[in-house]
């Protein structure tokens, strides 16, 4: 089974509407992060959460950590055709061994598309 | 533009054939991360150099290798292609320095290179 999953798969919004992704770990995160990939071209680091109830804001993306329910949303608000794209939330679900390495696992995706 | 540089653009090889994936990081950042993306397994981690040492494995087959020169830029070595292997390979780079449990610092921020598309026919 997918260890993070997003939810909506996709999502149409018009403009200016507010939006919500959500990304849900089955496994204790210990840093969370969010991408945005525009179709067909790279990726673009969006901002990293590591602390229960920690809130951190990209221009109009606003993403909220809960450490208790594993999950992550993602807000946007007052949308626009530029945040059209796809949005992918990563983490890190290292189970600390002592190796002093990490394991880093990502969602499907959310297609979001803007209608003007 | 990012500042990370990856060649080529674009691959196109046969089943069995070896190839080398290039990236260059931004100017000063001691971290690159590579990533393969797929239609069939989405985003995966491969692996992460720091300064020009292995840091951390993800999902990397055997039969792909990777290293980071002194001069900081890294190297995909992929061998033994079969037809799965194709897709788009992303690399990072961030001047990580953080806990050596976590892929980023908190003050970090990923910058990725526009991929390699590679092709196995």
């Known amino acids: 089974s997918q260890e993070l999953e997003q939810s909506p798969q996709s999502l149409i919004v018009q403009e200016g509407k507010n939006l919500t992704i959500n990304c849900t770990s089955s496994?204790?995160?210990?840093?969370l992060y969010w991408y945005k990939q525009k179709y067909g071209e790279g990726l673009i680091f969006l901002m990293m959460?590591?602390?229960?109830?920690e809130e951190k804001s990209h221009e109009k993306i606003t993403a909220k950590l809960d450490e208790k329910k594993q999950q992550s949303s993602l807000h946007i608000t007052a949308s626009q055709p530029s945040h059209a794209g796809i949005y992918l939330c990563?983490?890190?679900?290292?189970?600390?061994?002592?190796?002093?390495?990490?394991?880093?696992?990502f969602g499907k995706g959310t297609k979001l598309s803007v209608i003007p | 533009d990012s500042g990370v540089t990856q060649t080529p653009k674009h691959l196109i090889t046969a089943t069995g054939q070896r190839v080398t994936l290039r990236c260059s990081p931004r100017?000063?950042?001691?971290?690159v991360y590579w990533y393969q993306q797929s239609l069939d397994q989405g985003l995966q981690f491969l692996i992460h150099?720091?300064?020009?040492?292995?840091?951390a494995k993800g999902n990397i087959l055997e039969r792909f290798s990777a290293q980071q020169f002194p001069d900081l830029h890294s190297e995909l070595n992929l061998s033994s292609l079969e037809l799965g292997d194709s897709a788009l390979y992303f690399c990072?780079?961030?001047?990580?320095?953080?806990?050596?449990?976590?892929?980023?610092?908190?003050?970090?921020?990923?910058?990725f290179g526009p991929g390699t598309r590679l092709t196995v026919l």
């Open positions: 959460l590591q602390k229960g109830g």
């Open positions: 100017s000063g950042d001691l971290s």
């Open positions: 496994k204790t995160l210990y840093g």
């Open positions: 990072a780079s961030s001047p990580w320095t953080g806990s050596p449990f976590s892929a980023y610092s908190s003050t970090d921020t990923q910058y």
């Open positions: 990563g983490a890190d679900i290292t189970s600390y061994s002592g190796a002093g390495s990490y394991q880093l696992t």
């Open positions: 150099y720091y300064n020009g040492e292995e840091r």
